[in-house]
């Protein structure tokens, strides 16, 4: 007679398994990561150079891909030019589109709001499309702080969203940012990736929101590595409090107090190819020259990855 203690380990065994998506909270040790280096291009936005030159300073740093914001790309055909000159460039160059960072709030209250915003996030994944993008950040945009965000609700409105990704053939990563006051935590996203039931949910952290918003950085070990394809790189320093912290503040990977080695070492045992992407806002970097920064940028990255291999 099986007791029902027994009846309890047989299915954490074997039913678990079968629960837990590959994409998701599980994953397989026997697989180690690989990363990919990125180069945001907010990075080097401050020098005001335009989407063209962030490709050739992207490449010759000796980034993998760059990291666009959809801003660059309406401002460079708003100029005359087409996009498919643009993916010409960065075929040329030999990188990949690897992420895109655009603001349609897609997350809005009302009806019409809401076609409004799947409309916007359409159009802009239709534009990655053209040069070779896959993906694009899902960030809380346009959310307000006078209430709570429904997680359940929002975890289905990301469901909807990965039906247009799949429409389009560029896929929502769903983002925190740690200032919001209404989508601020790690937990959240798990929470609405859980809710939107879809082997496609990925999330796109970032250093620098998991410290600001109070995540920290434990729960990375829960994860599987496919379900952050792109992940945020940066540091914080060590001298001002974490509530006062901004986007600003961010520094070089290696030059704060993040846990980097822990990161990276619990990125890697996650399993499959993470891209780094180096996502910085600092005023001080955007006075230097763009591509020294970004070969400094990637140098920081590899330092850190380096303790770890």
């Known amino acids: 007679?099986?007791?029902?203690?027994?009846?309890?380990?047989?299915?954490?065994?074997?039913?678990?398994?079968?629960?837990?998506?590959?994409?998701?909270?599980?994953?397989?040790?026997?697989?180690?990561?690989?990363?990919?280096?990125?180069?945001?291009?907010?990075?080097?936005?401050?020098?005001?150079?335009?989407?063209?030159?962030?490709?050739?300073?992207?490449?010759?740093?000796?980034?993998?891909?760059?990291?666009?914001?959809?801003r660059d790309l309406k401002e460079y055909t708003e100029a005359g030019n087409s996009l498919a000159s643009l993916r010409g460039l960065i075929e040329r160059k030999g990188i990949k589109v690897e992420n895109a960072i655009?603001?349609?709030?897609?997350?809005?209250?009302?009806?019409?709001?809401?076609?409004?915003?799947f409309k916007q996030m359409r159009e802009e994944m239709l534009m990655l499309k053209e040069i070779g993008?896959?993906?694009?950040?899902?960030?809380?945009?346009?959310?307000?702080?006078?209430?709570?965000?429904d997680l359940f609700k929002a975890g289905k409105r990301y469901g909807e969203l990965l039906e247009l990704g799949r429409e389009t053939g560029v896929m929502p990563q769903l983002e925190f940012w740690g200032p919001s006051p209404v989508l601020y935590h790690m937990g959240q996203v798990l929470m609405m990736?859980?809710?939107?039931?879809?082997?496609?949910?990925?999330?796109?952290?970032?250093?620098?929101?998991?410290?600001?918003?109070?995540?920290?950085?434990?729960?990375?070990?829960?994860?599987n590595g496919s379900f952050i394809e792109v992940f945020h790189m940066n540091d914080f320093p060590h001298?001002?409090?974490?509530?006062?912290?901004?986007?600003?503040?961010?520094?070089?990977?290696?030059?704060?107090?993040?846990?980097?080695?822990?990161?990276?070492?619990?990125?890697?045992?996650?399993?499959?190819?993470?891209v780094l992407s180096l996502e910085l806002f600092n005023r001080e970097y955007w006075k230097e020259d763009p591509l020294a920064v970004a070969k400094m940028g990637i140098k920081k990255m590899k330092g850190a990855v380096s303790l770890v291999e």
């Open 133 to 149: 993008g896959t993906r694009i950040a899902a960030a809380p945009a346009g959310l307000s702080g006078d209430k709570p965000l």
């Open 1 to 70: 007679m099986i007791t029902r203690r027994e009846a309890l380990i047989a299915i954490g065994a074997t039913g678990t398994a079968g629960f837990l998506p590959i994409t998701g909270f599980s994953k397989d040790r026997d697989e180690i990561s690989s990363f990919r280096y990125c180069l945001n291009t907010s990075t080097i936005s401050g020098q005001k150079l335009g989407i063209s030159q962030y490709v050739e300073i992207a490449a010759d740093a000796g980034y993998d891909g760059i990291e666009v914001w959809i």
């Open 102 to 117: 655009g603001f349609a709030p897609w997350l809005a209250e009302g009806e019409e709001e809401k076609q409004q915003a």
């Open 193 to 223: 990736a859980a809710a939107a039931n879809d082997a496609d949910a990925r999330i796109l952290p970032d250093v620098y929101h998991l410290f600001r918003g109070g995540s920290g950085f434990e729960s990375l070990k829960m994860l």
């Open 239 to 274: 001298s001002k409090p974490r509530t006062e912290q901004s986007d600003a503040d961010r520094i070089y990977p290696g030059d704060g107090a993040a846990p980097l080695k822990q990161i990276l070492t619990d990125l890697k045992v996650c399993g499959g190819t993470t």
